[in-house]
């Protein structure tokens, strides 16, 4: 009777095993106390605690402040220094080179006037995005696009003239007044081609449309006006593309290089200082930018905000340890993939680090 009435020792060993003391260094889970006034940015500050991605959100402002923080007067002068980095105001001006790379569907959406922020103030030193990325950009400043629904019925908009990005919609009439803008440009490209001999690369072709364009509203209208460059090389993969294609017909020869926009990504890469990359999504925009941090044994600071999967082996879902075995992101730098869509996590990242006044030394 007595056995009957005893916890099973087994039971008992297994539910009440015994904890090993946690190390000094824990930190302990803790939420926002909303009982007290709390700003935005405390509000982000306390992300780090809160567990999941909200604490993958939390390390992402840390490594993009400490990119923006970086100067090579923080490191030691190594005896092979070359005579440019020698003085202490050269070393002291010297920053991390921040790529920026994202998918066109960002600039179709309000991440646009984010990404212009950072371009108009300086904030990044190059730029990788699909066409889409740069045509919907000077799209949206020949007509609006619109909020909308997932669900619409496909066959509907398309009787109507009407493309769905997501929940967005961008009226048909809008890709036919960017014909009716890019096709005269192509012309004159065309002809200064013939007239001078250059060949236009990717990034030369998008910084005359940014020039062309000529409105404060555009990313590239800034990119051009600060001297960012903006690679991509998928350029034809989209309206450009089908304009790029009607133009061949009625106006033959134009030539787009993209041989020396690897070359040129490649060098901005190898001569960087320290390199730090944000990556907005997948596709060709994260792995260009990664491809030409291997040319530098790898990023000093990468943060990836993507919803891809690493199960089906896609270079999209993989995650900044993958990019470390090819030489992609250094061994031992800092880096985080916050798994969330972009329009969640992305103005809460530039609100806590690019919107905030730099830190004094």
Same mark, same amino acid.
């Given at each position: 009777?007595?056995?009957?009435?005893?916890?099973?020792?087994?039971?008992?060993?297994?539910?009440?095993?015994?904890?090993?003391?946690?190390?000094?260094?824990?930190?302990?889970?803790?939420?926002?106390?909303?009982?007290?006034?709390?700003?935005?940015?405390?509000?982000?500050?306390?992300?780090?605690?809160?567990?999941?991605?909200?604490?993958?959100?939390?390390?992402?402002?840390?490594?993009?402040?400490?990119?923006?923080?970086?100067?090579?007067?923080?490191?030691?002068?190594?005896?092979?220094?070359?005579?440019?980095?020698?003085?202490?105001?050269?070393?002291?001006?010297?920053?991390?080179?921040?790529?920026?790379?994202?998918?066109?569907?960002?600039?179709?959406?309000?991440?646009?006037?984010?990404?212009?922020?950072?371009?108009?103030?300086?904030?990044?030193?190059?730029?990788?995005?699909? @066409? !889409?990325? #740069?045509?919907?950009?000077?799209?949206? &400043?020949?007509?609006?696009?619109?909020? $909308?629904?997932?669900?619409?019925? %496909?066959?509907?908009?398309?009787?109507?003239?009407?493309?769905?990005?997501?929940?967005?919609?961008?009226?048909?009439?809008?890709?036919?007044?960017?014909?009716?803008?890019?096709?005269?440009?192509?012309?004159?490209?065309?002809?200064?081609?013939?007239?001078?001999?250059?060949?236009?690369?990717?990034?030369?072709?998008?910084?005359?449309?940014?020039?062309?364009?000529?409105?404060?509203?555009?990313?590239?209208?800034?990119?051009?006006?600060?001297?960012?460059?903006?690679?991509?090389?998928?350029?034809?993969?989209?309206?450009?593309?089908?304009?790029?294609?009607?133009?061949?017909?009625?106006?033959?020869?134009?030539?787009?290089?993209?041989?020396?926009?690897?070359?040129?990504?490649?060098?901005?890469?190898?001569?960087?200082?320290? @390199? !730090?990359? #944000?990556?907005?999504?997948?596709?060709? &925009?994260?792995?260009?930018?990664?491809? $030409?941090?291997?040319?530098?044994? %790898?990023?000093?600071?990468?943060?990836?905000?993507?919803?891809?999967?690493?199960?089906?082996?896609?270079?999209?879902?993989?995650?900044?340890?993958?990019?470390?075995?090819?030489?992609?992101?250094?061994?031992?730098?800092?880096?985080?993939?916050?798994?969330?869509?972009?329009?969640?996590?992305?103005?809460?990242?530039?609100?806590?680090?690019?919107?905030?006044?730099?830190?004094?030394?």
């Amino acid at each position: 009777m007595a056995q009957e009435n005893s916890i099973p020792s087994g039971a008992s060993a297994a539910v009440l095993k015994p904890s090993e003391p946690m190390p000094d260094f824990a930190v302990s889970v803790s939420g926002p106390n909303f009982e007290q006034d709390i700003s935005l940015q405390h509000l982000l500050d306390s992300y780090t605690r809160i567990g999941f991605q909200a604490n993958s959100l939390g390390k992402a402002i840390d490594i993009v402040n400490r990119m923006r923080k970086w100067r090579l007067s923080d490191e030691p002068i190594e005896a092979d220094e070359s005579d440019e980095f020698l003085t202490p105001e050269v070393r002291a001006k010297t920053k991390c080179n921040v790529f920026l790379g994202y998918t066109s569907n960002l600039i179709s959406s309000g991440l646009r006037e984010i990404i212009l922020y950072l371009v108009k103030h300086k904030h990044v030193n190059a730029i990788v995005t699909t @066409a !889409g990325g #740069i045509e919907e950009d000077f799209i949206k &400043c020949l007509g609006k696009t619109y909020l $909308a629904d997932f669900n619409l019925d %496909g066959a509907d908009l398309r009787r109507r003239g009407m493309n769905r990005i997501g929940n967005l919609i961008v009226p048909n009439d809008n890709y036919c007044k960017f014909e009716d803008w890019l096709t005269p440009i192509l012309d004159a490209m065309l002809a200064e081609q013939k007239e001078t001999g250059q060949v236009w690369t990717p990034s030369s072709f998008i910084r005359r449309l940014g020039k062309e364009i000529d409105n404060e509203e555009s990313v590239y209208y800034w990119a051009y006006k600060n001297n960012i460059p903006v690679f991509c090389p998928a350029l034809t993969d989209g309206s450009i593309g089908d304009m790029i294609y009607f133009h061949s017909f009625k106006n033959p020869g134009l030539v787009i290089d993209i041989v020396q926009d690897i070359r040129n990504i490649n060098e901005l890469s190898r001569k960087s200082r320290k @390199a !730090g990359m #944000i990556i907005l999504g997948g596709g060709v &925009c994260k792995h260009q930018i990664a491809n $030409a941090m291997l040319i530098r044994n %790898g990023a000093d600071y990468s943060v990836y905000i993507n919803t891809g999967q690493e199960f089906d082996g896609s270079d999209s879902g993989a995650r900044p340890d993958e990019a470390v075995s090819w030489g992609k992101i250094r061994a031992g730098s800092e880096s985080v993939k916050v798994f969330s869509d972009a329009t969640l996590a992305f103005p809460l990242l530039v609100a806590a680090t690019f919107a905030q006044p730099e830190q004094s030394k």
